[in-house]
T-cell receptor, first 116, second 114 residues
């Protein structure tokens, strides 16, 4: 149990376009999901906390109009990178609070975004 | 201010020996600690956790020790296997805060040499 998937696993896009990344909890319901970004050789940086049915809570320094988060159901959260620029190129990872322990997050496999 | 520190960016261990990964924290409100394993270009995989009411938790080859007074925890892997080679992240949370957020260390890259 506690499997989290992400789609796509990698995406290449042109500067100025928008990219949507999906995060799904496959075998459990997740009222809370998280979105992280990881730069090369660095730790995970929390971008936002996504709660089902309500607005996401963004960390300081993360532009909410640029990184749109929608958590429309108990198994799906989406991150849309709007008007992408090359500096948005990164590895984006989502996680969901586990079904049995709300203290444990289970991570998706990540999405590699490259903006040309 | 880094609240969770993994001071060793890398560690090399011979196959079959014990790997000890260390983690220190500064926030006394942290009461739940986790270890994740991460391969390049993949999401972290949950390994083991420990609540602050315990000082040891064991799961197969993995044991986590918690020293609350020293604000220190460690992950022991024994025996180490080449497949254990990965980056290991220590994470901590304050369950009383209600946000369920994790604070991660910067990771330690473990290399197990055959």
């Amino acid at each position: 149990g506690a499997v989290v998937s992400q789609h796509p696993s990698w995406v290449i896009c042109k500067s100025g376009t928008s990219v949507k990344i999906e995060c799904r909890s496959l075998d459990f319901q997740a009222t809370t999901m998280f979105w992280y970004r990881q730069f090369p050789k660095q730790s995970l940086m929390l971008m936002a906390t996504s709660n089902e049915g309500s607005k996401a809570t963004y960390e300081q320094g993360v532009e909410k109009d640029k990184f749109l988060i929608n958590h429309a159901s108990l198994t799906l959260s989406t991150l849309t990178v709007t008007s992408a620029h090359p500096e948005d190129s990164s590895f984006y990872i989502c996680s969901a609070l586990g079904p049995q322990s709300t203290d444990t997050q289970y991570f998706g496999p990540g999405t590699r975004l490259t903006v040309l | 201010d880094q609240q969770v520190k993994q001071n060793s960016p890398s560690l090399s261990v011979q196959e079959g020996r014990i790997s000890i990964l260390n983690c220190d924290y500064t926030n006394s409100m942290f009461d739940y600690f986790l270890w994740y394993k991460k391969y390049p270009a993949e999401g972290p995989t949950f390994l083991i956790s420990i609540s602050s009411i315990k000082d040891k938790n064991e799961d197969g080859r993995f044991t986590v020790f918690l020293n609350k007074s020293a604000k220190h925890l460690s992950l022991h892997i024994v025996p180490s296997q080449p497949g254990d080679s990965a980056v290991y992240f220590c994470a901590a949370s304050d369950s009383g805060a209600g946000s369920y957020q994790l604070t991660f260390g910067k990771g330690t890259k473990l290399s197990v040499i055959p």
